[in-house]
């Protein structure tokens, strides 16, 4: 019997997509499945689930998931005008800029968590990151990855603008194998160099970002 498809609760009319992770180890639990939006790129994470997280392989979860150039503009859910995700009210008719939950299409709550502004259906125990607040976290480890292979050596100096840029590559699309094409002009010598650090980096700073999740969720639901 197939999983019901959740409606997205930015895009009018979407619904989401199922991605499966397969855990590692197994453990007879079958693998998680998340629910995300092809169109906005935003991702709907439930408190029992997010708690497998740390169990999976993050690289079978972002090489479905594509990058953004810019921030999705959402319809107002009232009169349909585009308006920023982050606007409190519609610009156009002055509605609120609440969503429903997917699932129980309760009004979610807007919470302040570690510098995002999340929408949190506190009955389903479900917490919705837009794409722009993945990103956000992603931006945070993949800065904290590469320092600190910049501190124990693996990066050689001045290869950090390309081992950058091959990072960022790498976590959207990790089943890419790193070629110069996808690092710009005087950074692709550097990033090739330092390709093996990056390729290790990468995975830790994936990995990181599942445990940010984790922690941004359970710490919503105390």
Do not use: N, Y
């Not at 156009?92 to 800029?97: F, N, P």
């Not at 976590?171 to 390729?199: K, R, S």
């Amino acid at each position: 019997m197939s999983e019901t498809r959740w409606p997205c609760p930015v895009c009018l009319g979407v619904k989401m997509e199922k991605a499966s992770l397969a855990a590692e180890g197994g453990g007879g639990r079958g693998p998680l499945t998340l629910d995300h939006c092809t169109r906005c790129g935003g991702m709907w994470f439930e408190l029992g689930e997010v708690q497998r997280l740390r169990s999976e392989r993050p690289e079978s979860l972002w090489a479905r998931i594509p990058a953004r150039d810019e921030r999705h503009r959402a319809q107002c859910h009232t009169c349909r005008a585009l308006l920023d995700r982050d606007a409190p009210r519609c610009g156009t008719c002055g509605a609120k800029t609440r969503l429903g939950c997917p699932v129980c299409d309760t009004r979610m709550l807007q919470v302040r968590q570690s510098e995002l502004t999340l929408d949190v259906c506190k009955r389903c125990k479900g917490v919705w990151f837009d794409h722009h607040e993945l990103e956000a976290i992603w931006q945070l480890e993949r800065g904290r990855a590469i320092a600190k292979r910049g501190r124990d050596g693996s990066l050689a100096r001045g290869a950090e603008t390309g081992a950058d840029v091959l990072l960022e590559t790498l976590f959207w699309a990790p089943e890419l194998v790193f070629v110069g094409a996808h690092v710009a002009g005087h950074a692709a010598a550097a990033a090739a160099e330092a390709a093996p650090a990056v390729l290790e980096a990468a995975g830790d700073a994936a990995a990181s970002v599942f445990e940010a999740i984790v922690e941004i969720v359970a710490g919503i639901f105390g």
